[in-house]
């Protein structure tokens, strides 16, 4: 049995996409880094630490296997969380406006067995932002709940010039990445 430790739509929309049934779990894991860690630790941290609390649910069924993932805008080794207000997201798209930034996302796959990783690092490039433009996009709510402070699945499409990697990494859940991950537990052919 396949399970998801993510309540994101995208993250389910995404997976559905491979053709694998599942079924989500809601976990509740701090994301806060620490000292002296690097984004990629932290991202991929955070990734088993879900994948793991997943799996502490669902420890009583046979063959359990529990995917966790996390996905972060990193800027100069600066790791852009979800912005908690509209100054928050404002600000953040103001830092990443014409610049080219890191999205990285990690995917764990845990049962009781054995645990393992993909990382996915893309780099995105924003185009040069003017206020009215930052304004607008904060304005429709859809950076809210994003980190880094857009969706590059709907509006905030209109603020990437160039995409490196993987447009499903950015999104939240790398589907390359994933199937490998899901073919190395038996769960895809391959």
Do not use: N
Not at 6 to 19: A, I, M
Not at 68 to 77: A, F, I, R, Y
């Amino acid at each position: 049995m396949l399970y998801l430790a993510s309540q994101s739509p995208r993250r389910r929309e995404l997976l559905q996409q491979l053709g694998v049934a599942h079924t989500t779990l809601d976990v509740d894991v701090p994301e806060i880094r620490a000292r002296d860690e690097s984004p990629e630790r932290y991202v991929g941290r955070v990734a088993r630490d879900k994948a793991q609390a997943g799996l502490a649910l669902v420890a009583d069924v046979a063959g359990a296997l529990v995917i966790g993932s996390d996905t972060e805008v990193v800027l100069e080794d600066e790791v852009f969380g979800k912005p908690s207000d509209a100054a928050q997201a404002a600000a953040m798209l103001r830092r990443l406006s014409g610049r080219t930034h890191a999205v990285i996302s990690a995917v764990w796959g845990v049962d009781a067995q054995q645990a393992r990783c993909e990382l996915c690092i893309s780099k995105v490039r924003f185009a040069p932002l003017d206020e009215a433009a930052i304004a607008t996009y904060v304005a429709t709510g859809e950076p809210f709940g994003k980190a880094g402070g857009y969706a590059i699945q709907g509006r905030g499409a209109a603020l990437v010039e160039h995409l490196e990697g993987s447009y499903s990494g950015v999104m939240g859940l790398p589907l390359f990445e994933t199937a490998r991950l899901l073919r190395g537990f038996g769960v895809l052919p391959g």
